[in-house]
């Protein structure tokens, strides 16, 4: 009787071109997907930028809204006397009464007393707050600053908390007119009133990020 084998079953195997296809699909498929998870990792910054930064042009915008000092006139005019007033350079139609040796008219705000000016000292309620410097009050240093909740000027707490946003303002004078130069985008915080102050209003947002918004108000 015959004898009959049995062989065993080839294995089929990957052919190298196969090999070379499958990374080159792999790879395209690499770079389809790993941006989409990139996205969705990071999908909240831009929110959570844009509600920093509409924070931020919020209160500036308020601020600019105020007077320039606690002593100026409604509608800012005639100007009130700081230790420019009496610079022809600085201001050349000067009030005469601005020579600091009578009280003809009001002088400005001294640098130390910047802040409130008998306004309530509360950050929630800012209806009373009148003229620029008061913001001065709602620093980082004194810890008076906005974190977590905000509210709107009248006192009105917002609809929806926003954890991890803080905000806080300086405010402070700086010189208008050196003989000196000085670094335009960085100018020199003044030890006495001057006709310009400057406004630094900071936002940082959960992400880490600070945005700073400055302006100068003028007593023009």
């Excluded at 699909?25 to 959570?48: N, R």
């Excluded at 600085?90 to 601005?98: E, G, I, K, L, N």
């Excluded at 040796?101 to 209806?127: C, H, I, K, Y």
């Excluded at 600053?145 to 004078?173: C, I």
């Amino acid at each position: 009787m015959p004898m009959t084998s049995i062989s065993a079953p080839k294995r089929a195997g990957f052919t190298l071109i196969e090999l070379i296809i499958t990374i080159i699909i792999m790879s395209f498929a690499a770079i389809i997907i790993i941006p989409y998870l990139a996205a969705i990792t990071h999908g909240p910054d831009p929110v959570l930028r844009e509600k920093a930064i509409a924070l931020g042009q919020a209160m500036m915008d308020e601020i600019l809204a105020k007077k320039w000092d606690e002593n100026s006139p409604n509608g800012g005019s005639p100007p009130i006397c700081t230790s420019e007033s009496t610079s022809v350079l600085v201001r050349p139609s000067v009030d005469p009464a601005c020579d600091f040796g009578t009280s003809a008219s009001p002088l400005a705000t001294v640098p130390g007393s910047l802040g409130l000016d008998g306004e309530t000292a509360n950050p929630n309620a800012r209806m009373g707050w009148d003229d620029v410097d008061d913001y001065a009050y709602l620093n980082f240093a004194g810890g008076n600053f906005e974190q977590d909740n905000f509210w709107g000027q009248d006192g009105a707490l917002s609809a929806f908390t926003m954890p991890g946003f803080s905000r806080w303002v300086e405010v402070d004078y700086i010189q208008a007119h050196l003989t000196t130069t000085i670094n335009a985008t960085s100018p020199a915080s003044a030890a006495s009133s001057t006709d310009s102050k400057r406004i630094v209003v900071t936002v940082q947002s959960p992400l880490g990020e600070t945005y700073e918004f400055v302006a100068i108000s003028c007593n023009f």
